[in-house]
């Protein structure tokens, strides 16, 4: 199925005096996607997020933006069309949160009604309370006036978001609450999404694709797993040896989940000779609600499989199914397991993660 574009470059060069900043970068962001331009300090990839909505012109080639050369576009009115976010996020200091976030409505002459309205909404979208909408910048922390930067982006609801080094400028546990909150705001808003970093684990995690600059042009691009597979040398080097580990914090616990583990209801029998038990150490205990009680060793089983209520072992601290194979494998390693429950808090227990599925699919996708 042909995917729809809603940016384009197309041989995009920039120059300044005789330097060429960006050398006839050719790539195009399918619509919905979170696109992310990644490379070594003056690689040119701000400057190539910022030829998109025209901030830096473009000396050469054609930028296309939901299929019109940008060339062809008033400058004032792209700019207001295409959301931009900043590491330093910009907020007007004299300006409360509410002002701040509507400012591009006010801009644009719309009513003060819709404005509040809007401000409202995507103080609750980017998950901050409303009592911060009448507080000033100076009054927020680095995350929460980050979060206002978002929502302020999202304001005039554009199709396409800028994002130039978004969260470079927090701490390391904010920065990943901040991505978090990113990937979850993107499931419900479906942007496209043009974002810069210089961190590759951040490019792994938010990246559906992820595009390497050197030096003004484009050395590869793809998929994060894509890019682990690359044979270049430029990027084996810049992704470093790690790299692969880091790409499994975007593939879903799901994909290596166990759900036909043995199961047996609480007061009910093991069947010792059944097939199911092959290559299983212990079965699980489950009520007649579906929650698993606990499990079993099936060494500790009578002989005829029968069980005490006082023999079923509690459940290891559990996770969501939510979480990623990376962080899977971290819980197992910091709990000294080789297993992992997989727990819903709606439908209850989903099943196991086994440490050796993990690590078979690590040694799959790093041949």
Excluded at 55 to 79: C, K, M, W, Y
Excluded at 124 to 150: A, C, I, K, M, W
Aim: proline share 4%; charged share 25%.
């Amino acid at each position: 199925m042909t995917r729809e574009i809603s940016v384009e470059l197309q041989k995009v060069s920039k120059l300044y005096g005789q330097d060429k900043v960006v050398n006839e970068v050719s790539l195009s962001v399918e619509k919905g996607e979170i696109f992310v331009l990644i490379g070594p300090s003056g690689c040119g990839k701000t400057t190539t997020l910022k030829m998109i909505n025209q901030l830096i012109p473009h000396t050469s080639g054609n930028i296309l933006v939901n299929g019109t050369d940008v060339a062809e576009l008033d400058v004032v009115e792209l700019r207001r069309s295409i959301g931009y976010v900043i590491q330093y996020i910009g907020l007007l200091p004299h300006l409360t949160i509410q002002e701040n976030i509507a400012f591009v409505l006010k801009l644009t002459k719309q009513s003060k009604k819709l404005q509040k309205e809007k401000a409202e909404e995507l103080i609750e979208t980017v998950g901050l309370d409303f009592s911060h909408l009448n507080r000033y910048p100076r009054e927020l922390s680095g995350g929460q006036q980050q979060r206002v930067g978002v929502a302020r982006a999202l304001a005039a609801n554009p199709d396409i978001l800028l994002m130039d080094e978004p969260f470079g400028a927090v701490d390391p546990l904010t920065r990943e609450q901040l991505q978090n909150e990113l990937l979850r705001l993107q499931e419900s808003i479906q942007k496209t999404i043009v974002f810069v970093t210089h961190d590759m684990q951040e490019a792994f995690k938010v990246g559906n694709r992820i595009g390497i600059l050197r030096q003004g042009e484009l050395v590869t691009l793809g998929t994060p797993m894509e890019i682990v597979k690359s044979d270049d040398e430029f990027v084996k080097n810049f992704i470093g040896q790690g790299a692969l580990f880091e790409v499994f914090d975007t593939i879903p616990v799901t994909r290596v989940l166990e759900k036909s583990v043995p199961l047996v209801r609480i007061h009910e029998k093991v069947d010792l000779q059944a097939e199911e038990l092959k290559d299983w150490e212990n079965v699980f205990v489950v009520e007649p609600d579906g929650n698993c009680k606990g499990y079993i060793p099936l060494s500790d089983l009578n002989k005829d499989g029968s069980f005490a209520a006082e023999q079923i072992e509690p459940l290891p601290k559990a996770s969501s199914p939510d979480i990623s194979v990376k962080l899977a494998v971290q819980e197992m390693l910091w709990g000294g397991r080789t297993w992992l429950p997989i727990v819903d808090e709606s439908t209850g227990f989903k099943g196991i993660v086994l440490f050796r599925s993990c690590a078979a699919l690590v040694a799959e996708n790093g041949r």
